[in-house]
């Protein structure tokens, strides 16, 4: 089993930025492959950003690329996602999740319980 904890999210201005955080616990970290995920109120979840271990791949939803980095730190099993220029059309709830293979899909196993940001305009 691998716990993952979001963190960072809250409320910021259209075109500020926020760092948000998802520390894993459990089985090694270093096994999974990662993802961010978010959820608008009203619609269904959408992929965000992958990165494969050991963090050589990354991939981007088309909307968000050049605005968002994903990143990990295996020495500290914490995953990132850093969010910059942020729009109100970007609030959502937004999830990490762990699996096998860098996909786009929601084929990953393990899921936080999400972290909210907000943006207003």
């Known amino acids: 089993q691998v716990q993952l904890v979001e963190s960072g999210g809250g409320l910021v201005q259209a075109g500020g930025s926020l760092r948000l955080s998802c520390a894993a616990s459990g089985r090694s970290f270093g096994r999974y492959a990662m993802g961010w995920f978010r959820q608008a109120p009203g619609k269904e979840r959408e992929f965000v950003a992958a990165i494969s271990w050991p963090g050589g791949t990354r991939y981007y939803a088309a909307s968000m690329k050049g605005r968002f980095t994903i990143s990990r730190d295996n020495a500290k099993n914490t995953v990132y996602l850093e969010t910059n220029s942020l729009k109100p059309e970007d609030t959502a709830v937004y999830y990490c999740?762990?699996?096998?293979?860098?996909?786009?899909?929601?084929?990953?196993?393990?899921w936080g319980q999400g972290t909210q940001v907000t943006v207003s305009s």
């Open positions: 999740a762990a699996g096998n293979r860098v996909v786009s899909t929601e084929e990953y196993d393990y």
